[in-house]
């Protein structure tokens, strides 16, 4: 969001000031220091030496450190795909934070709100709840089927390039482009 990742990042870690999570502590994975990323590590690191003892910084490395870690969790507030792909594969709630506008197929265990909406707490307050955590035990992950190498290889191999349409292109001033 380029000069609108502060005004973002201080309302969501108001936000997380403000939600009660009797003993439960919040990690927050700092992004990489380069660029705007300076910026909001030294806004991480502020906010967390003023809350001592609630939040964590924990900056994991790469995707497996990261997806270690996330077992150990109860829910996630991201923005990351990949990071959004890994809570869905543990069936924990996630909460993705979006740009206005955006939208996106998305799993039963993710609650979109727009970024700097005000809108943390309430999510966080629903991904917590026993009704949606216990929905997320029927969540099915295509991680956990059987054989689900062997299927794809099979949809491969039984593909027709015959069955895709080819595509139609028009010029401007040609019939039917524009309405015409």
């Known amino acids: ?48 030496a003023n809350n001592p003892g609630r939040f964590i910084i924990c900056p994991l490395q790469d995707m497996a450190d990261f997806a270690s870690a996330l077992v150990h969790c109860d829910m ?22 979006t740009r206005k506008g955006r939208s996106r197929i998305r799993t039963w265990n993710q609650i979109d709100i727009e970024a700097g909406s005000g809108a943390l707490v309430s999510a966080v307050q629903k991904a917590l709840s026993k009704s949606f955590t216990d929905e997320l035990g029927l969540m099915i992950s295509p991680y956990e089927q059987t054989h689900v190498a062997r299927k794809i290889k099979e949809r491969i191999c039984t593909f027709d390039s ?13 019939p039917g482009f524009g309405g015409e």
């Open 76 to 97: 996630m507030i991201s923005n990351h795909p990949g990071s959004l792909m890994l809570a869905a594969s543990e069936k924990k709630p996630a909460v993705h934070v």
């Open 162 to 174: 015959a069955q895709i349409k080819a595509k139609s292109f028009y010029l401007a001033g040609e």
């Open 1 to 48: 969001l380029g000069s609108g990742n502060e005004l973002m990042l201080e309302q969501i870690l108001s936000d997380l000031q403000s939600i009660k999570l009797d003993d439960r502590k919040i990690v927050i994975r700092p992004p990489k220091e380069t660029g705007i990323g300076k910026m909001m590590g030294r806004m991480i690191r502020e906010f967390a």
